[in-house]
């Protein structure tokens, strides 16, 4: 069964440009979860979605956004790009709705340098 | 608030040693504690889990016990092969049930392990 798939997988902008990722879950898993992966910080939350609603959300500024589809898709968005916003940005799906006892399914990240 | 601590890397050794890798958490709640490894240039994949206190995670030869009395669950390998080189992750969830796709990673440990 395919992965977690995670486009595009590199991209460059500038700063205050806006960028979208794009993500698509494993079939059947209707949680995506959002990551911020950088050197300096490691791994942070962005925010997680379940059936098109978001249930959790980390402490990042307004400008990170997200949304997911019906079909479980997910789309994050950040606008006003700044340099710090250089980063590797992991999608991860999964089955189970509270994570108690289930796993996260990581994507390849899409990896975004501002410059 | 939560948080994960894991030893600082980087981390070599050579093929056949053996390999700790010490992780603490806060002690908020009864979380289910985690270790991922992520590959060069891939994703982050699931390597084992605990959910509850004495709980031992298992897998391709690592093992982590879940030791409640002293918050810790410590990453460990009798012997390391040189495809055992990445970047662990120790993490935990937010306890409680309400952990909607969020776990908490410490800041990873990079191990190179040399023929």
């Known amino acids: 069964k395919a992965g977690v798939t995670q486009t595009p997988r590199y991209l460059i902008k500038t700063r205050g440009q806006q960028v979208t990722l794009s993500c698509s879950p494993i079939?059947?898993?209707?949680?995506v979860s959002w990551y911020q992966q950088t050197p300096g910080q490691g791994l942070q939350f962005l925010f997680e979605y379940f059936s098109e609603t978001q249930r959790n959300k980390g402490n990042f500024p307004g400008r990170f956004s997200g949304r997911q589809f019906s079909n479980s898709r997910s789309e994050m968005n950040v606008s006003t790009l700044e340099l710090g916003d250089s980063a590797l940005y992991l999608c991860a799906s999964s089955w189970s709705q509270r994570l108690n006892t289930g796993e996260l399914f990581f994507g390849e990240g899409s990896r975004l340098t501002v410059l | 608030g939560n948080s994960v601590t894991q030893m600082e890397g980087p981390v070599t050794l050579s093929e056949e040693a053996f390999l700790t890798i010490n992780c603490t958490y806060t002690a908020t709640g009864y979380p289910s504690l985690f270790w991922y490894v992520q590959y060069p240039g891939e994703g982050l994949q699931l390597l084992l889990k605990a959910t509850k206190a004495d709980d031992k995670g298992s897998n391709k030869g690592f093992e982590a016990t879940y030791r409640k009395e002293t918050t810790s669950f410590h990453l460990e390998k009798g012997s390391v092969q040189v495809s055992d080189s990445a970047v662990y992750f120790c993490a935990r969830n937010s306890a409680g049930g309400t952990s909607y796709g969020k776990l908490t990673f410490g800041q990873g440990t990079i191990l190179t392990v040399h023929p």
């Open positions: 079939s059947g898993h209707r949680s």
